[in-house]
């Protein structure tokens, strides 16, 4: 399988400056910002953008309500650019609206399931505030039915945005446990993208690197979360297990997570993650030239690599399921949701229902 990725990446410490200039080079004349609430407010977003442009009703996972209020905040304004300054769920929803302008189609699903030539190429440029979700790089978002119970994902190759500028800056007013949340999300892109069907020789570099890296400084950012180096190695790692499960896609982990976080509310880096280290034991002798790799760097051992994973969440966020409410009787039906098309079929390992059962209790 050939790697293919055609995001421009900027690394920066003066995010504005990179985006009025990319806004330039690409023509952008009328862009709709994507943000958060709480962007908007702690950069004064609204100075420095037309407030009326700006769309920032949005909770923490994207979901059909979110999509309804963004188009029809569309409606009627001729946008020919998309900004998404936010986390991973701004950024899904982001791509939501690019495939509005480029479709006009105003069916929320059939707009997610459309595969078909889009009318029109919108530019757009992505800027990351988390170190975790890697969509900055990617063709696809996620969004959430919450009254069908249901997660869609939302893919075509036009939604590669075309710029992706990086900026530790942005993710300093992070707390500690959302930077931990989003930092085990982006271990878990890396390790799903190793342990996976579609892996090539470069997929798999860029997640042996993200991995690297996220183990070597995510004890620096439980020092001193305002570290804006370690901050920066942080985001550079999140974009290159992005980059790595852009051509990958996802695996048992994730596919595993999101009955997690849509029956019990866990937030998705923790959901993602949760499972890693018992299927790191199911998967690792098909990816030992990988863990080799990855121990070889960090100079530790096999078992200390796994220690160092389990340090992550340790007096920062629960880390159990029975913390986030879930109980033994709650197994069997999560076992039976927790097999995505296209997701847990990427394991490297084919699982059955017992060994997923066997993974669930083994973090209960």
Same mark, same amino acid.
């Given at each position: 399988?050939?790697?293919?990725?055609?995001?421009?990446?900027?690394?920066?410490?003066?995010?504005?400056?990179?985006?009025?200039?990319?806004?330039?080079?690409?023509?952008?004349?009328?862009?709709?910002? !994507?943000?958060?609430?709480?962007?908007?407010?702690?950069?004064?977003?609204?100075?420095?953008?037309?407030?009326?442009? =700006?769309?920032?009703?949005?909770?923490?996972?994207?979901?059909?309500?979110?999509?309804?209020?963004? %188009?029809?905040?569309?409606?009627?304004?001729?946008?020919?650019?998309?900004?998404?300054? @936010?986390?991973?769920?701004?950024?899904?929803?982001?791509? !939501? !609206?690019?495939?509005?302008?480029?479709?006009?189609?105003?069916?929320?699903?059939?707009?997610?399931?459309?595969? @078909?030539?889009?009318?029109?190429? =919108?530019?757009?440029?992505?800027?990351?505030?988390?170190?975790?979700?890697?969509?900055?790089?990617?063709?696809?978002?996620?969004?959430?039915?919450?009254? #069908?119970?249901? +997660?869609?994902?939302?893919?075509?190759?036009?939604?590669?945005?075309?710029?992706?500028?990086?900026?530790?800056?942005?993710?300093?007013?992070?707390?500690?446990?959302?930077?931990?949340?989003?930092?085990?999300?982006? %271990?878990?892109? /890396?390790?799903?993208?190793?342990?996976?069907?579609?892996?090539?020789?470069?997929?798999?570099?860029?997640?042996?690197?993200?991995?690297?890296?996220?183990?070597?400084?995510?004890?620096?950012?439980?020092?001193?979360?305002?570290?804006?180096?370690?901050?920066? +190695?942080?985001?550079?790692?999140?974009?290159?297990?992005?980059?790595?499960? /852009?051509?990958?896609?996802?695996?048992?982990?994730?596919?595993?997570?999101?009955?997690? *976080?849509?029956?019990?509310?866990?937030?998705?880096?923790?959901?993602?993650?949760?499972?890693?280290?018992?299927?790191?034991?199911?998967?690792?002798?098909?990816?030992?030239?990988?863990?080799?790799?990855?121990?070889?760097?960090?100079?530790?051992?096999?078992?200390?690599?796994?220690?160092?994973? +389990?340090?992550?969440?340790?007096?920062?966020?629960?880390?159990?399921?029975?913390?986030?409410?879930? #109980?033994?009787?709650?197994?069997? #039906?999560?076992?039976?949701?927790?097999? *995505?098309?296209?997701?847990?079929?990427?394991?490297?390992?084919?699982?059955?229902?017992? #060994?997923?059962?066997?993974?669930?209790?083994?973090?209960?």
């Amino acid at each position: 399988m050939e790697y293919f990725n055609p995001v421009e990446i900027i690394y920066t410490n003066s995010w504005l400056n990179e985006l009025i200039d990319s806004q330039k080079n690409l023509g952008i004349l009328n862009p709709i910002l !994507v943000t958060s609430p709480g962007n908007r407010r702690r950069l004064s977003l609204d100075s420095v953008f037309n407030p009326d442009s =700006i769309f920032s009703d949005i909770g923490e996972n994207p979901n059909f309500d979110d999509c309804e209020n963004v %188009l029809t905040f569309c409606k009627d304004k001729d946008y020919d650019g998309v900004i998404a300054l @936010g986390g991973g769920s701004v950024m899904d929803l982001a791509k !939501v !609206v690019m495939a509005f302008l480029s479709t006009g189609k105003t069916n929320i699903v059939d707009l997610l399931e459309f595969k @078909g030539a889009y009318e029109r190429s =919108i530019a757009s440029i992505f800027l990351p505030t988390t170190h975790g979700t890697g969509s900055e790089v990617t063709m696809w978002g996620t969004v959430w039915d919450m009254r #069908q119970k249901k +997660k869609y994902s939302i893919s075509h190759l036009d939604l590669y945005p075309n710029i992706a500028i990086l900026d530790g800056n942005l993710t300093l007013s992070l707390p500690m446990d959302v930077s931990i949340m989003t930092t085990l999300d982006a %271990l878990s892109h /890396s390790f799903e993208s190793i342990w996976n069907k579609n892996a090539n020789e470069k997929s798999t570099e860029y997640a042996i690197e993200a991995i690297t890296i996220i183990l070597s400084n995510v004890e620096l950012l439980k020092q001193n979360h305002n570290d804006l180096n370690v901050r920066n +190695k942080l985001l550079e790692a999140s974009t290159k297990a992005g980059l790595a499960f /852009s051509n990958t896609t996802t695996a048992a982990a994730h596919s595993i997570s999101y009955p997690l *976080t849509i029956r019990f509310g866990i937030p998705h880096g923790v959901a993602s993650s949760l499972s890693l280290i018992p299927l790191l034991e199911i998967n690792g002798r098909h990816i030992k030239e990988s863990l080799d790799k990855i121990c070889h760097s960090l100079e530790v051992t096999y078992d200390e690599l796994i220690q160092k994973i +389990k340090a992550i969440p340790e007096g920062i966020i629960p880390y159990t399921l029975s913390e986030w409410g879930i #109980q033994e009787n709650d197994l069997p #039906q999560l076992v039976e949701e927790s097999f *995505t098309k296209g997701r847990m079929d990427n394991n490297i390992v084919d699982l059955t229902k017992d #060994q997923v059962f066997e993974v669930l209790k083994s973090i209960k």
